[in-house]
């Protein structure tokens, strides 16, 4: 997205994931992250959880992949998050992962794109709901063209 | 081998710092973090690129490592400040701190400053972490 042609109430490129136990379980094993709650079936099943749930950081990991999507380089040099976990995700789990751009404001040499992003299942509950913020050098992207 | 002895909540107070975590991005891991997430960008393996959350998996693992939260703890919020682009090779060292804690009539919540730094000494990301304790 040109720095140029970004618009207050424009939406971000969204996406949908179904969230798998497979996928939690590769998860797990990248992130080295084995906590039972979320690769054991029978010990979330004794936990107030009632099953197992996603790791929080995989599912704000999508959000990020929309941010990256819409943004590129700037969000990860110039990228913030602020959010909130309202829920956890479960397997079987359809994810709508959304954004919008809020804010445009200039500071001197930096332009500041602020965006609200939520994380909603299939019963549109939500799932994250926060901000993100990205931040341009006004005169490096102009140059870039970005 | 046996499992590290965990720090127990009741120990926690402010400005305790956890032991530093360190991981190497190498391309096998980092492969392994896209494919976890099914992220499909092409823009990271062109330009050998890691996700700036990949590192935060790592320093979030790093603090669930460390300390013995009860159950029932809920991970509520998280804030993170992405600073400078993480590149394949790059070798991260990740820090925690309790920043907060607060216990006051049946409240009891917990923020832990997250920051990690790449092989050269510079911070590639800040963030801080709230917990909701039972």
Request: net charge negative; aromatic share 8%.
């Given at each position: 997205?040109?720095?140029?042609?970004?618009?207050?109430?424009?939406?971000?490129?969204?996406?949908?994931?179904?969230?798998?136990?497979?996928?939690?379980?590769?998860?797990?094993?990248?992130?080295?992250?084995?906590?039972?709650?979320?690769?054991?079936?029978?010990?979330?099943?004794?936990?107030?959880?009632?099953?197992?749930?996603?790791?929080?950081?995989?599912?704000?990991?999508?959000?990020?992949?929309?941010?990256?999507?819409?943004?590129?380089?700037?969000?990860?040099?110039?990228?913030?998050?602020?959010?909130?976990?309202?829920?956890?995700?479960?397997?079987?789990?359809?994810?709508?992962?959304?954004?919008?751009?809020?804010?445009?404001?200039?500071?001197?040499?930096?332009?500041?794109?602020?965006?609200?992003?939520?994380?909603?299942?299939?019963?549109?509950?939500?799932?994250?709901?926060?901000?993100?913020?990205?931040?341009?050098?006004?005169?490096?992207?102009?140059?870039?063209?970005? | 081998?046996?499992?590290?002895?965990?720090?127990?909540?009741?120990?926690?107070?402010?400005?305790?710092?956890?032991?530093?975590q360190s991981y190497s991005l190498d391309p096998a891991s980092v492969e392994l973090y896209l494919q976890a997430t099914r992220d499909?960008?092409?823009?990271?393996?062109?330009?050998?690129?890691?996700?700036?959350?990949?590192?935060?998996?790592?320093?979030?693992?790093?603090?669930?490592?460390?300390?013995?939260?009860?159950?029932?703890?809920?991970?509520?919020?998280?804030?993170?400040?992405?600073?400078?682009?993480?590149?394949?090779?790059?070798?991260?060292?990740?820090?925690?701190?309790?920043?907060?804690?607060?216990?006051?009539?049946?409240?009891?919540?917990?923020?832990?400053?997250?920051?990690?730094?790449?092989?050269?000494?510079?911070?590639?990301?800040?963030?801080?972490?709230?917990?909701?304790?039972?």
């Open positions: 997205m040109k720095l140029t042609e970004i618009q207050i109430g424009q939406n971000l490129p969204g996406r949908v994931k179904l969230i798998t136990q497979d996928e939690i379980n590769l998860y797990a094993r990248a992130s080295r992250d084995f906590n039972p709650i979320h690769i054991d079936p029978v010990f979330a099943m004794q936990t107030a959880a009632k099953g197992t749930i996603a790791h929080g950081m995989l599912v704000l990991a999508y959000v990020s992949q929309m941010m990256t999507e819409a943004f590129e380089e700037s969000w990860l040099s110039g990228g913030s998050f602020n959010i909130r976990f309202k829920a956890p995700a479960r397997p079987a789990d359809l994810l709508t992962i959304q954004g919008k751009v809020e804010e445009i404001e200039k500071q001197g040499l930096q332009t500041q794109i602020v965006c609200s992003v939520i994380c909603s299942n299939q019963n549109n509950e939500a799932n994250i709901t926060g901000e993100a913020v990205v931040r341009f050098n006004n005169v490096e992207e102009m140059k870039d063209g970005h | 081998m046996a499992e590290p002895v965990k720090i127990e909540y009741f120990q926690l107070m402010v400005g305790f710092e956890f032991p530093p499909n960008a092409e823009f990271y393996r062109d330009g050998n690129l890691v996700p700036p959350m990949a590192a935060t998996a790592y320093a979030m693992t790093s603090l669930s490592q460390a300390v013995a939260l009860p159950a029932g703890t809920i991970h509520v919020s998280q804030e993170l400040d992405f600073l400078k682009t993480l590149k394949i090779g790059d070798y991260i060292t990740c820090c925690s701190k309790v920043s907060r804690k607060v216990d006051r009539g049946g409240l009891r919540l917990m923020n832990i400053d997250i920051t990690v730094i790449n092989q050269n000494a510079e911070i590639v990301l800040t963030g801080k972490v709230g917990f909701l304790l039972p």
